[in-house]
T-cell receptor
């Protein structure tokens, strides 16, 4: 089965600084990859997704992610973080013809004023 | 179009009590899922239903039962709650052609 690792449990960045959240996956073929965001007390909202094609994908709220097959990574980036981006971020991996989506443990983002 | 709805939002149980968490989706999706979320562990799949009338175990099914009542509704039952089942429970339904999950708002369950 596929699996996901998010190496960073907690990251703190200053408002206006750039952000990169790491995600590594394990899957034998080309996976479906997702990033979700969860604000405190809320459900999960899809930020972006990758299935095929262009390896740089754009999402909502100014986020982007790059699929790198050689590194089995799908890192999330944002050029300038806003205070409202403080939340928990989850990377997830799915597979074609497979109902089993696996989630990473999450990275909690704190934004300093 | 409410998407995925869950009831209740909060629940406190005593060890050994039973309860059912309700989930409904109005997106006409075939599949529905139950996850639990625990600190440092992300979301773990409890059970899923690929279509009406079918259910399958996920990563952590022990202590739970599910019922796919119809295409819209998928319930999760704890027959005899244990403190280890204290968690936040999310119902989800994949759609959009690539199994991206649409999540409900969650149920925060505490078992004393």
């Amino acid at each position: 089965a596929q699996s996901v690792t998010q190496p960073d449990i907690h990251i703190t960045v200053s408002e206006g600084a750039s952000l990169e959240l790491r995600c590594n996956y394990s899957y034998g073929a080309t996976p479906y990859l997702f990033w979700y965001v969860q604000s405190p007390g809320q459900g999960l909202q899809l930020l972006l997704k990758y299935f095929s094609g262009d390896t740089l994908v754009q999402g909502i709220k100014g986020f982007e992610a790059e699929f790198k097959r050689s590194q089995s990574s799908f890192n999330l980036r944002k050029p300038s973080v806003h205070w409202s981006d403080a939340a928990e971020y989850f990377c997830a991996v799915g597979a074609p013809n497979n109902n089993d989506m696996r989630f990473g443990a999450g990275t909690r983002l704190t934004v300093k004023p | 179009n409410a998407g995925v709805t869950q009831t209740p939002k909060f629940q406190v149980l005593k060890t050994g009590q039973s309860m059912t968490l309700q989930c409904a989706q109005d997106m006409n999706h075939n599949s529905m899922y139950w996850y639990r979320q625990d600190p440092g562990m992300g979301l773990r799949l409890i059970y899923y239903s690929a279509s009406e009338g079918t259910t399958d175990k996920g990563e952590v099914p022990n202590g739970y039962n599910v019922s796919r009542l119809n295409k819209r509704e998928f319930s999760l039952r704890l027959e005899s709650a244990a403190p280890s089942q204290t968690s936040v429970y999310f119902c989800a339904s994949p759609g959009g052609g690539y199994n991206e999950q649409f999540f409900g708002p969650g149920t925060r369950l505490t078992v004393l």
